[in-house]
């Protein structure tokens, strides 16, 4: 089953390192991101836990590079994460709603994915301005959490509900705010101009 579930794995790295070169071709994506806004309640208490994780400053500067090894890196995190942990709601995790968390214990919701992705991805040296948790609508109205990675070739989308690394324009959500790029305790509006929808979440 190890031997399956790795193959599958590389396989998966390998078909998304081929789209590199699209990305690469596309030119670069940005999100026009507004003035400050509320942070949502489950990143704010995140915070009180471990004030450490919501204290990175980052000079205003030119996104991360985004190289071939840096793609691999991100296409090879994003799988690892989706397939380690396993899909389980804050309810039935810790008997309460919106926990933020990392899910050392296996299990986790769409934003403990997203942050388990961050911190691997910052331990793999990416600075922390580059790695922003980013609220989003889906189609059916729910809300959603994913992780947004700003690359000198646009913005791209690390998914639970997705097995590829996408940009953020070729995603079916609306997106709502996401850190500031320049504050992890800060979070700032998203003006999501394929769409006129206008929401917020807690």
């Not at 193959?7 to 990305?23: C, D, N, P, Y």
């Not at 942070?39 to 205003?60: A, D, L, M, W």
């Not at 396993?86 to 995790?93: A, I, V």
Request: net charge neutral; charged share 25%; with cysteine.
């Amino acid at each position: 089953m190890k031997k399956t579930r790795g193959k599958l794995l590389l396989a998966a790295i390998a078909m998304q390192l081929s789209a590199w070169g699209s990305a690469y071709a596309a030119g670069p994506a940005y999100m026009h991101t507004g003035g400050r806004t509320t942070q949502p309640v489950g990143h704010y208490e995140f915070c009180q836990r471990i004030p450490g994780e919501c204290s990175e400053r980052t000079p205003k500067g030119a996104p991360v590079e985004l190289t071939r090894k840096l793609w691999a890196t991100i296409v090879s995190i994003n799988n690892s994460v989706n397939t380690r942990v396993k899909p389980r709601t804050d309810m039935e995790n810790y008997g309460v709603e919106e926990y933020w968390a990392y899910p050392d214990n296996g299990y986790g919701d769409c934003e403990d994915y997203a942050l388990e992705k961050r911190r691997e991805l910052m331990d793999a040296g990416v600075p922390a301005g580059n790695l922003l948790m980013t609220v989003a609508r889906q189609q059916n109205g729910d809300g959603h959490a994913v992780l947004t990675v700003r690359t000198s070739l646009g913005e791209f989308i690390l998914d639970n509900l997705q097995t590829k690394v996408l940009s953020w324009t070729d995603t079916d959500y609306t997106y709502l705010k996401r850190q500031s790029d320049q504050n992890s305790g800060v979070w700032v509006t998203i003006n999501d101009g394929r769409s006129d929808a206008v929401a917020s979440v807690r």
